[in-house]
């Protein structure tokens, strides 16, 4: 069996954004809080792992929503050194032909298992050695508003600046790991390292791509390489590596990497579509399960399904788990989260009441306004099927007007429906907010346009507290859908549904007629009177999904395919 001790020295997992806890900022969404649950198992497995990230002494952004709904992004400081510790090292990067400085801290991710510990290096250039446009470089998470050549400043720290520090730090790297596009500038610095012997830097590197959108994938004029990294390696042989038109942080890190995946098996599809040619494997997202557990049901789980921290598996013998038992624990949570937004939003929500999340990054591919496509719809469940009501989060990244214009749309629609459905809208989306609803809602809402959900983990965490799905077969959902049984489909199946055919408006339509039409005939109806099949697919999501779902078999996926291969 492979084990950590076919690793010839340390696994380096590189990523730009990290969730590790809530009050360190170093994380915006999916991305980051994906990092830190994958970290976190590689600490209960006890990998010989070290995480590369970057700072952000400045956080991400703060949301403050106005009363109609308009974000105002502030920035969002956490004390760095009560978190971390200064660590006594320096390199220097070169960025618009200077050398800028870049120093580093340490947080140690100690798991509460097994003991074992992996450290995050968090990159840092506020320092006084350097200028002060390039004590800015590593504040803020993906600098918003500071344009492009602080975003590739950025990744030459995380890449050239990371792969120095570790040397420096002593570190025997085995296998390098980006994660994400952003840290592909490392094989740069390997292949200087390796008189520029491609094959010598593939042996080193993998790579996971994220993003099924093709701009999404982060690209850089040569101007601006030329200005920025300057000739750090021949432009002529950048251009061999990447692309002719551009840098492309996804062809660089696929043609210098042994093994590339994407997120889940629709990703995959998707990934070797935009990318032909390249070998792009699947391994399906998860996350860690004794994080996001709300408290009630690890008593459940703790009587039921033995052993299951250390080994999520286990969590097949949740279908023993009593009607009673499941239904009171839901109760408990629930009450938590009703609340929790009764009094940090002043609303007036009943836990009685069938309701429904909705909480992502607010932005116009995730369709949050979907479900008010037709008030009248809305309007008439509600008012003759049965109550329900709506729980919303999510930033929009700033600068992202379509983000959030949707924001203000579900202020809108909620101001509309105020006399039929109660909707309201959480400010300042964290990770404690995230655990909050996707330990405590009923129905967990996830209706992006396909195919551009690459997988999704929120419906993960819910499925973990015994929370059903209702979304569009995208994502992770194809593979974690049974219908009636997981939870609820919203439109086609994905062999039916053509996304590149299909108009947008169209999919709108269908998506929003199917999504009421689920619940007009199954979803209300079945909350209110048919608890015991209610409660049967609370179980499911537990025993069929949570064996599978986690970032510990993910990482356990990573080591056999992907670092040991
Ligand atoms: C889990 C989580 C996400 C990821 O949600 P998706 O379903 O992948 O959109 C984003 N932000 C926070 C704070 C989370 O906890």
């Excluded at 286990?314 to 929790?340: F, G, T």
Aim: hydrophobic share 35%.
């Amino acid at each position: 069996m492979v084990s950590a001790d076919n690793l010839d020295g340390q696994i380096a997992y590189y990523t730009m954004e990290i969730g590790i806890e809530n009050d360190v900022k170093t994380y915006s969404g999916g991305l980051g809080v994906l990092a830190g649950d994958t970290i976190r198992s590689f600490a209960d497995m006890g990998l010989p792992a070290v995480c590369v990230s970057q700072v952000n002494e400045n956080g991400y952004c703060k949301q403050i929503l106005e009363e109609d709904g308009t974000q105002v992004s502030e920035e969002d400081p956490w004390p760095v050194e009560e978190y971390c510790e200064e660590l006594d090292v320096e390199v220097t990067v070169p960025i618009y032909g200077r050398d800028v400085t870049v120093t580093a801290w340490q947080y140690d991710v100690v798991s509460e298992k097994s003991g074992e510990t992996v450290p995050i290096i968090y990159l840092d250039t506020n320092v006084e050695s350097n200028d002060p446009d390039a004590q800015e470089y590593t504040k803020r998470l993906y600098s918003p508003g500071y344009g492009e050549d602080h975003q590739l400043a950025q990744e030459i720290i995380l890449g050239i600046g990371g792969t120095r520090i570790l040397d420096e730090l002593g570190y025997e790297v085995d296998v390098y790991h980006m994660n994400e596009g952003h840290a592909a500038l490392l094989t740069l610095e390997l292949l200087k390292r390796n008189d520029m012997d491609p094959e010598a830097v593939r042996e080193q590197c993998v790579f996971t791509t994220h993003t099924p959108v093709e701009a999404g994938h982060d690209q850089f004029d040569w101007d601006l390489v030329n200005e920025v990294l300057g000739e750090f390696v021949p432009q002529e042989t950048l251009k061999e590596y990447s692309r002719e038109q551009d840098l492309h942080m996804t062809y660089l890190a696929l043609n210098l990497s042994r093994y590339a995946n994407s997120v889940a098996k629709k990703h995959q599809e998707v990934s070797r579509n935009m990318f032909p040619g390249y070998d792009i494997d699947a391994i399906t997202n998860g996350v860690h399960v004794p994080f996001w557990v709300g408290e009630d049901f690890i008593d459940v789980y703790d009587e039921y399904t033995e052993g299951w921290q250390e080994n999520p598996y286990k969590l097949k013998h949740a279908s023993v788990i009593p009607d009673d038992d499941i239904w009171e624990a839901h109760q408990s949570q629930k009450e938590d989260l009703i609340e929790y937004v009764n009094e940090h939003e002043g609303a007036d929500m009943d836990p009685d009441v069938l309701t429904i999340g909705f909480a992502r990054r607010a932005t116009a591919y995730k369709r949050a306004d979907l479900l008010f496509y037709n008030h009248e719809r809305l309007r008439h469940i509600a008012e003759t099927v049965g109550e329900f009501q709506i729980i919303f989060a999510g930033k929009a990244f700033p600068g992202d007007e379509d983000g959030a214009g949707n924001i203000r749309e579900i202020f809108h629609n909620a101001w509309e429906l105020n006399d039929a459905v109660n909707v309201e809208y959480i400010e300042d989306y964290d990770m404690d907010v995230g655990g909050l609803l996707t330990q405590g809602v009923d129905v967990w809402l996830n209706n992006p346009r396909r195919p551009l959900e690459a997988c999704g983990t929120s419906g993960m965490k819910a499925a973990y507290n015994g929370i059903p799905q209702f979304g569009t077969l995208d994502g992770w959902w194809v593979e974690g859908h049974i219908e009636n049984e997981t939870g609820w489909k919203i439109g086609p199946e994905p062999e039916e549904s053509k996304p590149d055919e299909t108009p947008a408006e169209e999919e709108d339509r269908t998506d929003a007629m199917d999504l009421y039409d689920q619940l007009e005939n199954t979803i209300v109806p079945m909350y209110y009177n048919d608890r015991e099949k209610w409660i049967d697919i609370m179980r499911n999501t537990m025993a069929f999904n949570g064996p599978y779902y986690h970032t510990r078999r993910m990482s356990r996926e990573y080591l056999e395919d992907a670092y040991t291969q």
